[in-house]
C-alpha cells in the first residue's frame, strides 16, 4: 500500500504516533512476535531501562502495558500494549505523543515507536504479518 503525500505532510505535522494492525504506513503496523507476553513485556521494559532518555513511570504486567516518559529531551509520554493473541503469537502495539508548544514534532513520535521496534525485533523472533 502507497502513502499518500497528504499522509506524509500530516504525520509530519502531528505531535502523535499509534501502531495498528492495519496502519497506511508499513513501519508503523502492529508486530507480532514468537514469545510469551511475560518476554515482550521484560524486553520493551529492559529498552526503557537501557535507555537514558527514559523513565518507567507504570507497569502493569495484568493489563499488557508499560508507560514511560522522557527524562530529557523533548517531553515524550510512551504507551506500550502488549497483547497475546494465542499462545506465543503476541502483539506489541504503542502509543506516543510528543509534547511541544505547536503540536507539531516533525515525525518525531513515529521515530521513536521504530527505534523501540527495532530493539524488541533484535531480541525477539518476528512473526511477519
Do not use: C, W
Request: aromatic share 10%; hydrophobic share 35%; no cysteine.
Amino acid at each position: 500500500m502507497y502513502m499518500s503525500i497528504g499522509y506524509k505532510v500530516k504525520r509530519l505535522f502531528n505531535n502523535h504516533a499509534e501502531t495498528s494492525d492495519n496502519h497506511i504506513d508499513q513501519t508503523l503496523k502492529t508486530r507480532y512476535y514468537k514469545a510469551s507476553k511475560n518476554a515482550v513485556l521484560k524486553e520493551v521494559e529492559a529498552y526503557f531501562n537501557a535507555n537514558p532518555d527514559f523513565s518507567i513511570h507504570a507497569i502493569s504486567e495484568q493489563h499488557g502495558e508499560i508507560g514511560a516518559k522522557s527524562i530529557r529531551g523533548k517531553k515524550v509520554l510512551i504507551i506500550a500494549t502488549v497483547i497475546m493473541v494465542r499462545p506465543y503469537h503476541t502483539a506489541l502495539d504503542f502509543s506516543v505523543t510528543t509534547e511541544t508548544p505547536i503540536q507539531i514534532d516533525f515525525g518525531y513520535s513515529n521515530k521513536i515507536i521504530k527505534r523501540i521496534y527495532q530493539h524488541v525485533n533484535e531480541k525477539l523472533p518476528n512473526i511477519e504479518g
